[in-house]
């Protein structure tokens, strides 16, 4: 495999008719059937993968413990996992305050999923519980079991027993302790998931200008929904409200005085920007806007930008280490060196293995004369895929390693993976088509390529065109072929377009 180049564009070219290894089992080698002599693209930069955690909201007590150890975690701690729930002491303390001794036994059960002892305690001591508290929790037991209107009915009753007013009247004047924060986090999340959008809305508006930690905490909920809600109507309106009161965010960031929140801030919509492509495309300028409210020296598009604020945000942090070696190749192996004895968290432990082992098969394809990928240890590669499954980026790395030692049949299974676990990943797509056409299953082929051209990068809507026009052209479609031509996003890819299918 050699490489093609058209300005800072970079594409591996390969060679159809090239020999599979002994170990492949496709059904060309079964057969020995000579694969047909073509050559396809395949793009040498690969989307960008960064790790990220972020918080499925539940209980607003879980989620601001499990924020604030997130956000406060150097991330060195193996013991770290953003789906345990570890009660900071100032809320124990809050609950124990205002809430009876009943309530508190019954949340932990909530805190950590013990619903079946959840439900067993609740009914136990239904009549030590006052009645908001009965409300509360009959609402919080019920949304866990997914039944969501019963929810939204123990919660409306909750909020008419504490205000003395229904959830339809506005809450422009609603005047509440810091303590029923807390219960209107929780009632807009359940509102959001039993689609009562108004309540969500209302709710949602008053929190953002309530002008303490909860608008952070509800500008948090948006930046997150964005990786756990796919309605659009919700996160146009979310966005729109966010601007409205960008500032009395911007206010409450500058009263928290917090470098590392800011960082993450910026982190996380970087990576919206990467993993939510569909939702960022729409709301991009919106999103921008906001960004540059928070630091108008951050522009999403340049990643790079990005990473170097976090971490003059947050010099120590180890995740934004991590994700500058990985754009950086020239300081990835020092990088990589310098954290192999920390006991890091095991999601950034897999990242900077994936980081280390992509670079080294890219430059395997890309014919260096280092043969750095033949010496890659398999099984530590493979053996991501078993830690991660629904991490595509691991199952497309396994696909590259096994295509660049000629597993075919493998790859086309590893690559199948990726794509399964992330439609939208469509260099996983294109690697998928072009297992699938060496291993004789042209018609599949053209049909994942086709499938891929939704993709509006034109760095890879052309790779997926050319690829069709090669294969079209040995199909001897001719007028497809230049039909396809006509159809390229860059003009600067027509070279490449002519010196593949020639």
């Not at 080698?29 to 539940?58: D, G, Q, S």
């Not at 029923?180 to 209302?202: A, G, H, P, W």
């Not at 030692?405 to 794509?419: E, L, S």
């Not at 939208?424 to 499938?451: H, Q, V």
């Amino acid at each position: 495999m050699n490489t093609l180049s058209v300005k800072d564009k970079i594409w591996i070219v390969f060679d159809t008719s090239t020999s599979h290894s002994t170990k492949c089992n496709c059904k060309n080698c079964r057969t020995k059937k000579e694969p047909p002599k073509i050559k396809l693209l395949i793009p040498a930069k690969i989307k960008n993968y960064f790790p990220v955690l972020v918080i499925n909201p539940f209980i607003s007590y879980a989620f601001v413990s499990k924020f604030f150890e997130l956000v406060n975690s150097n991330y060195l701690d193996i013991s770290f996992d953003a789906t345990k729930i570890s009660i900071i002491p100032e809320i124990k303390n809050l609950i124990q305050t205002y809430y009876s001794e009943y309530f508190y036994n019954c949340l932990n059960f909530i805190f950590n999923r013990d619903i079946f002892n959840a439900v067993g305690y609740f009914e136990d001591n239904i009549t030590n519980f006052n009645e908001f508290e009965t409300l509360y929790l009959g609402g919080l037991i019920n949304f866990y079991l997914q039944n969501v209107e019963k929810a939204y009915e123990s919660f409306s009753k909750a909020f008419e027993l504490l205000y003395n007013r229904p959830i339809t009247s506005p809450l422009d004047n609603l005047e509440t302790d810091y303590i029923n924060l807390f219960f209107l986090f929780d009632f807009m999340i359940v509102s959001l998931n039993s689609r009562e959008y108004q309540t969500f809305s209302n709710i949602f508006n008053y929190l953002l200008e309530v002008g303490n930690d909860f608008t952070i905490y509800a500008l948090m909920l948006y930046i997150f929904s964005f990786f756990y809600f796919g309605d659009m109507y919700i996160l146009i309106e979310s966005t729109r409200m966010v601007r409205e009161k960008i500032n009395q965010i911007v206010q409450a960031l500058e009263d928290l005085d917090s470098p590392k929140l800011k960082a993450y801030i910026l982190y996380l919509f970087l990576c919206i920007s990467i993993y939510r492509e569909e939702s960022y495309n729409i709301l991009q300028s919106e999103i921008q806007e906001i960004i540059n409210h928070l630091d108008n020296s951050v522009n999403l598009q340049n990643v790079e930008t990005v990473i170097n604020k976090c971490q003059e945000l947050d010099k120590d942090n180890v995740l934004y280490k991590l994700t500058k070696a990985s754009i950086d190749l020239d300081v990835n192996r020092e990088i990589i060196a310098g954290i192999e004895f920390l006991p890091i968290n095991k999601v950034l432990h897999n990242f900077a293995q994936y980081s280390m082992y992509l670079n080294n098969i890219l430059k395997e394809m890309k014919g260096s004369s280092n043969t750095e990928a033949k010496r890659v240890d398999f099984k530590k590669v493979r053996d991501l895929v078993e830690q991660e499954p629904n991490n595509p980026f691991f199952w497309f790395l396994n696909g590259l390693y096994s295509f660049a030692v000629r597993d075919f049949d493998v790859a086309t299974n590893y690559f199948r993976g990726a794509v399964a676990t992330d439609k939208n990943f469509t260099e996983a797509r294109i690697m998928f088509g072009i297992c699938l056409f060496i291993t004789g299953d042209i018609e599949r082929s053209i049909k994942i390529l086709e499938n891929s051209l939704n993709n509006y990068t034109p760095y890879i809507h052309d790779t997926v065109l050319i690829n069709l026009a090669s294969i079209n052209k040995y199909l001897n479609n001719h007028i497809i072929v230049e039909n396809i031509f006509q159809e390229l996003s860059d003009p600067d890819n027509g070279e490449i377009f002519k010196r593949v299918i020639q």
